[in-house]
């Protein structure tokens, strides 16, 4: 148990539509990073959100857009769905600033996308 | 970010031998983290190596970290059913904004009884 919940566990798409995946992050952790992980890989850093804030992307299009809350809490958005978005969606949240950031990342279980 | 390549890829042993799975990178690493990831869930932190030479120890794991630290090696003692999973080395990238990574692909081991 890491405190990281994410949802859905599971969802299939069809090529075109759009997704939100969700993530709360642990108490007391203020930043979220996502990750796409397809099958037989190492996940792979979409971006990552601080104070409500875009801080950091991968090399990931336009169409994968997120959002942080006040609460901490985050969305991925995944516009026009490709075959190959098929993947785990893994959310990691973290500590930045403050005595309580030991650099430890703290994953959920993931949401897997199947696009047809 | 660089590219981390991790060998082997895959791995099957009996349970009590012992292994070494190994993270190279042609650039310097700033610091490496090692996670295991077992199916159906998201990898957790085993180890962060950040001086060249480094070596730190989990129960049967031991972690080294390269004097020029661009390689590290896990290296697992008497291997277990439960070792069993997905094992991936990790840059840390971003400064102090923890949780950037660029991870490798990863070694799949699976430890027989």
């Known amino acids: 148990e890491t405190g990281v919940t994410q949802s859905p566990t599971h969802l299939i798409k069809t090529r075109g539509q759009q997704v939100t995946l969700r993530c709360s992050s642990q108490?007391?952790?203020?930043?979220v990073s996502w990750y796409q992980q397809a099958l037989g890989q190492g996940p792979q850093f979409i971006f990552q959100?601080?104070?409500?804030?875009?801080?950091g992307r991968g090399n990931f299009p336009p169409r994968f857009s997120g959002l942080q809350f006040p609460n901490y809490s985050s969305e991925l958005n995944v516009n026009a769905l490709e075959l190959d978005d098929s993947a785990l969606y893994l959310c990691?949240?973290?500590?930045?600033?403050?005595?309580?950031?030991?650099?430890?990342?703290?994953f959920g279980e993931g949401s897997r996308l199947t696009v047809l | 970010t660089q590219l981390l390549e991790q060998s082997p890829q895959f791995l099957s042993i009996q349970e009590g031998e012992n292994l070494t799975v190994y993270c190279n990178s042609s650039?310097?690493?700033?610091?490496l983290q090692w996670y295991r990831q077992e199916p159906g869930e998201g990898p957790v932190l085993l180890v962060t190596?950040?001086?060249?030479?480094e070596v730190k120890k989990l129960k049967r794991l031991t972690f080294q970290f390269g004097d020029a630290r661009k390689d590290s090696s896990l290296h697992i003692t008497a291997a277990q059913p439960g070792d069993t999973g997905l094992y991936l080395c990790?840059?840390?990238?971003?400064?102090?904004?923890?949780?950037?990574?660029?991870f490798g692909q990863g070694t799949i081991l699976t430890v027989h009884p």
């Open positions: 990691a949240s973290s500590r930045t600033g403050g005595n309580l950031n030991t650099g430890e990342l703290f």
């Open positions: 108490s007391g952790h203020n930043t």
């Open positions: 959100y601080y104070r409500e804030e875009e801080n």
């Open positions: 650039s310097v690493f700033s610091s």
């Open positions: 190596v950040v001086t060249g030479g």
């Open positions: 990790a840059e840390v990238f971003g400064g102090t904004s923890y949780g950037k990574l660029t």
